[in-house]
């Protein structure tokens, strides 16, 4: 049987989306240069900026190419397409920005929220941020330094969780500043995905070590988010204590004396201080680390091992962990992360992704 044939209103849609996505790569072309980087017909080309640009999508710059022959106009994105709001929860605050189709950065709000914030004082910050950008945007994608709902994108309240916000609702709070989806997902995930690109491998675990422990599992470039969205919770997996008693995760830490007063939040100052003047609590501190990360490594067998947060990243704590797992029966090489502020850069990068999207799903 002879497959049919694209109709007409299909291929014009699949040329104006290359036209749409060659400008939101390169901000402004001729319809020549647009042509050559599609390998489209410079006549079809042709033929799609009309289209787009009647629409409200593309506008004549007004600018013009020089040199010999005959001048070229030079099309972009129009203006008014919308923007897509990101925002990051933790308890240094929640972070708010706005970023357009090409990437840009179009907008910024910070509202303070302290350690000890709980859900009507994190949905507040959360409000006073995105009430002080031009808005209501398309979309939005969030972070949060809680664990997240899978199915509702509510923050969950597990038991000693360092930073508590309760079951705060981010789609209700920022509904009256987006007229579109909210996807809310856990920083450290996020944080994942940022490495993602930077280690250069799809099956690995991100180990995330500062004022709270998370894990994330990449397999075959994707989060693992499990059933509830709860995978990677790793405060009360079991592992060598200081005395070499089986202790929760989080134990560890509190039974170091490197917990905050009241809070179950890691002291990292002081840690740091300990695991630079005394290579006892660092030999501690790894031999927990790598129990964790053993089971991590037999459940997942992973490629690679990164380590992230204040702590994480530390030198001396790196080598240290690495020499545990080392001694144990699957070694697998380990990294520090690299990208500044990773979980904002993912979910920026996410919001954009989806921006677009909506853009290209204009035309179609």
Known sequence: MTPAKPSLEMLRALTDENVLRALMADRRLTRAEIAARTGISKPTISDAVQRLAASGLLVDTGERTTGRGRSGSYYA?????????????????????TV??????????????????????AARALAEAAARLTGPSRLAVVSAADPVDRATGRLVRLPDAPFLVGALDPAAVLAP??????????????AARAEHAAVGVDDFVYLHLGEGLGCAVVT?????????GLAGEIAHVYTPGPDGTALP????????????PNSTAIDVPAL?????????????????VGGVLTAAVALTDPALIVLGGEWGRLPLMRAAIERHLAAGPRPVSVVTATVDSPELTAARERAVAELRELVVGAER
């Open 77 to 97: 994105l129009a203006p008014g397409l919308g923007t897509a709001l990101v925002a990051s929860i933790s308890p240094r605050g929640v972070t708010a920005e």
């Open 100 to 121: 357009d189709a090409l990437g840009d950065t179009v907008g910024r709000a910070h509202a303070d929220l302290g350690r000890d914030a709980g859900e009507h004082q």
């Open 177 to 190: 500043h987006v007229t579109g989806p909210v996807l809310v997902d856990n920083d450290v995930n996020w």
């Open 220 to 228: 075959d470039g994707t989060v693992r988010r499990g059933h509830g």
């Open 249 to 260: 995760f989080t134990e560890v830490f509190a039974t170091l004396g490197l917990r905050r």
């Open 272 to 288: 740091e201080a300990a695991i630079t003047s005394d290579t006892g609590t660092t030999d501690t501190l790894a031999r927990a």
